[in-house]
C-alpha cells in the first residue's frame, strides 16, 4: 500500500475554474448513461453502443461523459457481474468518439486499484476521475485522491448512500474529500431515497460551508430524481449526473433530456438540449430501456437500498422460490450498502432457513 502524501492546501477557487470552465452561475452537465446505465442491463452496454453513445453525447452538449461498469473501475467480476467490455476497451473506445466532453470514471477503493486500475484508465486518457465511497467512509478515498491530483488529472469526491448521513456528517466528510484535494463532491442518493426538502437542506450547507463546487446524483425510487436534481441546483449545486430516458439502476436516474430544458428554463445553462431529444430515440431503440418505477423499485427506495442491488435481488427471488420483497426487507434492516451484492445470497439463504 502506497504511504498518503502529507496534505497540501489546494487552492481550491483555482481548481474550481479549471474543473467546469463556467460562470459560476452555470451548471455542468455530466451524462452518467454508460456507467450507471450499465446496471440496468447487468453491465452488458457492448462496445459499439459505447462508441455510439459517445459521439451522440459529445454533439448533444455533455461536459463529462461517465464510462464503465455499473460499480466503476475494476469491478467486472462474477460476484458483481461481468462486464461485456473490459475497462481498457470501453475507454479508450469512448475516448476515440469524444472530440469535445471530458471523459469520467467512477472509481470506489476496494474494489478499483491505483496500481491496476487508475494507471489503466489514465494510459485510457481519463480526464476526470470521480473516487466513492459510502457516505461515512471518506477516510477510504484520500489515498486515492492525493494520487490523481499529483499526476495532474481531476479528481472528484463522491459520497454514496447519502441518506444514511445527517446533513452535518455529510459536510464533515465532504471537508475531508476537499482537504485531500477533490475539486468537487458529487452527493449520490443512491437508493433514491431522499426528498426534495432534505436535498435542500443539504446543499443549503454544503454550498455555505465548501470552498469547492458540488452535484448531485439523483435516483427515481420515489419519484423525485428531478424535483430533487432542480432543487439542489438551485440551492447551490453546480454538477448534474443524468441518464437518457431515466436509464441506470433500480427505477433509474434523472431524464438527461427533461432536466437540461428545465435547467434551461431556470437560466441555469445556456442550451435548451433540445439534441438529447433524439440521442433518446436512438438510444432507446439501440440499448437503453426507460426505467418505470414499480413497487419494487419503490420498496428498494423506502428500506434505503442501493438501486443496483434490484437485479440481483430478482434473480436470487426466482432461484429460490422466495418474495423479493421479503430479501429487500431483510437488506434494508441490514443497512447493506454498495459492494456488498454477496449479502443478496446470504439473505436468500437465511430467509428460507428461517422457513
Known sequence: MQPLRPQKKYHQKKVLRMLIKKEASQVLISDATLRDGNHAVSHKISEEDIRSYSKWADSAGADWVEVGHGNGLGASSFHIGKSAVSDAVALSTAREALKRASLSVHVMPGIASIGRDINLAIDSGVDIFRIASHCTEANTTLRYLDYVREIGKHAVGVLMMSHMSTPNEFLQQAQLMQNAGAEAVMLMDSAGSLTPPQIKERFEILTSEL????????HNNLGYSTSNTI?????????????????????????IELVIPLLFDLGFVDYEGSEYFEVADKSLKSFANSPVSNSLTIATGRAGLFSGFLKPIQRTAIEFGISPLAIISELGNRKVVAGQEDMVLEVAKYLTQSD
Open 231 to 255: 432543487v439542489a441546483v438551485q440551492s447551490g449545486a453546480r454538477i448534474v449526473d443524468a441518464c437518457i430516458a431515466g436509464f441506470g439502476a433500480g427505477a433509474g436516474n434523472a431524464q
Open 211 to 218: 470552498e469547492i463546487p458540488t452535484g448531485i446524483h439523483a
